[in-house]
């Protein structure tokens, strides 16, 4: 019973991190193009050099990690429902 509540638990985090993530994804997009650009500047390398994320790929990643911890939580729920 303590394993499918942590596990509900997890799954919720998931899912609300996923969530917050999808979001925030442009300025997660942008904070990561400034430190490359920050790095480049202090390596004395050129910031082309890294690849820059695209602020569709953190939406996505973001999705898909609401989606999965959606999913565990509704698995977990019917776990303990199924346990009690």
């Known amino acids: 019973m303590f394993v499918i509540v942590a596990g ?3 799954a919720l985090y ?10 925030n994804a442009t300025e997660m997009a942008r904070r990561r193009k400034e430190a490359i650009e920050l790095w480049a ?14 602020a569709a790929l953190f939406r996505c990643i973001g999705v898909l990690s609401a989606l999965a911890g959606t999913a565990a939580a ?3 729920v019917a776990a303990l429902i199924a346990t009690v």
């Not at 998931?14 to 979001?23: E, H």
């Not at 500047?41 to 695209?54: H, I, N």
């Open 14 to 23: 998931f899912a609300f991190s996923g969530l917050r993530m999808a979001l």
């Open 74 to 76: 509704l698995f977990a």
């Open 41 to 54: 500047l202090t390596a004395g390398r050129p910031a082309t050099s890294r690849v820059t994320w695209p």
């Open 8 to 10: 509900l638990l997890i």
